[in-house]
């Protein structure tokens, strides 16, 4: 976890992002964001949802939203550009490849879930029991480095096929 850390920041240094620009002591919000990346550009998507803008909704969290606009915001997904919404509230009717919803909203799963039911949005989370209740990957802290499990009943139910990364880096 930590060379993944270091990786994290010379690659902010590299694109010459500043420290006022992205908090870096914010490591948790920092690897979360990483790993959203990661699940975008490591799962295989339906092909309807492989038009347009690859959005990804960050609901709840100021810091997971600004690593994931500046670090990954001006990377693709395939042939999809990312779009990056930050959510302070709930907001019904919008279509995303990804919503992470952090637990300070969790209070708002189940709605979030009727709401993509039937769709290939993969939901993740930050709590226990959340893949209990509907989520996909959930965040999780083991031997104090962010780990995540998940249902691949959730995403098989989902269409999506997580790649191997994202199968083998899981908690087992």
Excluded at 70 to 80: F, R, S
Aim: no cysteine; proline share 2%; glycine share 8%.
């Amino acid at each position: 976890m930590k060379r993944i850390f270091l990786l994290l920041i010379i690659l902010a240094a590299g694109q010459g992002l500043s420290a006022q620009q992205i908090d870096e002591g914010d490591s948790r919000a920092m690897i979360q964001a990483n790993f959203i990346y990661q699940f975008a550009v490591n799962s295989n998507w339906p092909m309807e949802m492989k038009k347009g803008k690859f959005l990804i909704v960050v609901y709840g969290n100021e810091a997971v939203y600004k690593h994931v606009v500046e670090k990954y915001g001006m990377k693709p997904v395939g042939a999809q550009t990312i779009e990056v919404q930050a959510w302070s509230d709930y907001k019904p009717g919008t279509s995303s490849h990804i919503v992470f919803i952090d637990k300070s909203k969790k209070a708002d799963l189940a709605k979030i879930m009727k709401e993509v039911k039937g769709k290939s949005t993969l939901v993740v989370t930050n709590w226990e029991g959340a893949l209990g209740s509907g989520a996909a990957i959930n965040f999780k802290t083991v031997d104090n480095s962010i780990r995540y499990e998940l249902s691949e009943a959730a995403l098989t139910e989902k269409k999506i096929t997580p790649g191997n990364k994202i199968l083998q880096w899981k908690v087992q």
